[in-house]
Nanobody, 112 residues
Framework: QVQLVESGGGLAQPGGSLRLSCAAS????????MSWARQAPGKGLEWLAG????????SYVDSVKGRFTISRDNAKNTLYLQMNSLKPEDTALYYC?????WGQGTQVTVSS
């Protein structure tokens, strides 16, 4: 069965960085486009970034463009999200997403 396990969240200071990882299993990772999404307290799910199955194209929501970078390693069945210049409004539960599936999420808290 599809499993997506996010890791790498934690507490960061404003302006700091974190790198999220998502270990994927139960499907042929290299054949599927993947995304990251987040849910802030009291808000709905927000799509953040997507990447083609072969990594040839990426896209971002405007609020993270230039600060976040999505990437993947198909040999390791792993999806990444490098987050730089973090802001308090980036505080949320971050999810790795395959259409119709998501993991348990990893908490990111940005605070001084």
């Amino acid at each position: 069965q599809v499993q997506l396990v996010e890791s790498g969240g934690g507490l960061a200071q404003p302006g700091g960085s974190l790198r999220l990882s998502c270990a994927a299993s139960g499907f042929t990772f290299s054949e599927y486009d993947m995304s990251w999404a987040r849910q802030a307290p009291g808000k709905g799910l927000e799509w953040l970034a997507g990447i083609y199955n072969d990594g040839s194209d990426v896209s971002y929501v405007d609020s993270v463009k230039g600060r976040f970078t999505i990437s993947r390693d198909n040999a390791k069945n792993t999806l990444y999200l490098q987050m730089n210049s973090l802001k308090p409004e980036d505080t949320a539960l971050y999810y790795c997403v395959l259409t119709g599936y998501w993991g348990q999420g990893t908490q990111v808290t940005v605070s001084s």
